[in-house]
């Protein structure tokens, strides 16, 4: 059985994607399709918070793509430099919040020690800096994304956890995404599995899925990667089968192997 993946690959120099190996342990033959670009912005005031870390209280990070950031930021030898010889021990003192395991690894990449990576997700991760932090105390950085959702901000807020957001990325479709499906879909045929990696993915691929499928539309088990995802399909009128118990390519994988193997009520 085929699986559509909505998710860029993973980096080809780290070997074989993760969603696709675990699904073919399963037997399911996967496909990924990219459905995101990225624009990165603001890099110079990136860098410039990154190097007064006695302003902040420590990081949040719920987006692999803001560490990204982080990445361009420290290519130029002096800023890496910087980096490794005194504002990476000066941020180790402090804690860095990540959300699931893909960011908690490109967290570790840059020499730091993720905290909270079994949350899963933006609540869960809000309820545990709470558990953690004082109110009114140093202002926790958040480089994130401009489609970034307000749950962990208001949540913090209303704790009177002072942070500080700053926008290093912006979201668009991939500018092949609609070719790429069309041609999956008539080379492929509809797939028994599709899954959803964001809301803006539900946002950009959704429509088009649904003119290709017609009519067996409803043959396809759609899934999602977390609650969130889950959300937007659910408000675009789609029956979600599985969503994975953590956002994990085993947990995924699981999920939808068990979707698969149920017979309809």
């Known amino acids: 059985m085929k699986v559509l993946l909505l998710k860029d690959p993973k980096d080809k120099n780290s070997g074989p994607d993760p969603y696709i190996k675990e699904l073919g342990s399963y037997s399911l033959e996967a496909t990924l399709i990219p459905v995101l670009s990225f624009e990165f912005i603001s890099l110079d005031s990136l860098f410039e918070k990154l190097s007064h870390p006695e302003c902040y209280g420590g990081l949040i990070f719920t987006s692999p793509r803001a560490l990204e950031a982080i990445k361009i930021c420290l290519k130029e030898k002096s800023k890496k430099e910087a980096w490794s010889k005194s504002l990476k021990q000066m941020w180790n003192i402090k804690p860095t ?25 933006a609540e869960k991760l809000a309820e545990y800096i709470c558990s953690r932090e004082k109110p009114n105390s140093s202002a926790l950085l958040f480089p994130c994304g401009a489609l970034k959702r307000e749950v962990l901000p208001t949540v913090l807020r209303e704790k009177g956890i002072p942070l500080e957001s700053l926008t290093v990325y912006q979201t668009a479709q991939h500018p092949d995404l609609q070719e790429s499906l069309s041609s999956y879909f008539s080379q492929q045929g509809i797939p028994a599995s599709i899954v959803f990696f964001s809301p803006s993915g539900v946002k950009f691929c959704l429509q088009h899925i649904q003119q290709l499928s017609g009519d067996l539309i409803n043959q396809v088990k759609f899934a999602a990667i977390g609650p969130t995802t889950a959300e937007a399909l659910e408000g675009a009128g789609v029956a979600v089968s599985c969503t994975a118990g953590s956002p994990t390519a085993q947990d995924l994988a699981a999920a939808i192997h068990r979707a698969l193997h149920t017979a309809p009520c």
Do not use: F, M
């Open 97 to 121: 919040y990540v959300v699931g395991k893909a960011t908690a690894s490109l967290v570790e990449e840059l020499g730091l020690i993720p905290q909270g990576e079994k949350s899963g997700n």
